[in-house]
């Protein structure tokens, strides 16, 4: 009687488990509620590079906010490499215990500026001159219409702004996305 309850209750943990991987799999930005759901999402193979995630690969993570994704994306476009939960928790401005669960599904590698891995992202919206032509194959010439242009028109709300704005081809564009991140 009692093993048979064991069975029962295992069974029902088994299905929830199973239907967890399955709604889990099938989003591939499902926003993780539980410590429960982050081993499973690690089971399944999801990965978090600590160091190149967008804001919408953070907000995957349980308890944190819009303004700290954005946060640490920000900082990592800025050349600062995350390489321990520590240093990420130093980041939140909170304690370790607190994003210990996360650990799971977090990857920190390290990229180097020069780095094929990883190109340093520029943000159109506030680059110089000098960043803009350190970008592979972006001119002196477009890079001073980059400028020009966000003078004029304002800021660029994302690659398709600007390829507009700009009349670039959908190539170079594509190119350009490699690396460009746009944020106000």
Partial sequence: MVL????ASANKINIHKNALASKIKQDPY??????L?????AQLGIKIDVNIASV???LRLPGISITQARSLVEITNSGINFLCLEDLAAALGVSVLKIQSWQPILYFAYYADDSFHAPAKVNPNNATLNQLIKIPNLSQDIAQQILIDRESNGKYRHIADLQKRLNLTP???????????FSN
Wanted: aromatic share 32%; hydrophobic share 40%; proline share 0%.
């Fill in 37 to 41: 759901e982050i081993e499973i999402g």
């Fill in 30 to 35: 499902y926003r993780f509620q539980s410590d």
């Fill in 56 to 58: 919408d690969d953070w």
């Fill in 4 to 7: 048979s309850r064991w069975f």
């Fill in 171 to 181: 190539d170079f564009a594509y190119h350009l996305m490699n690396y460009f991140q």
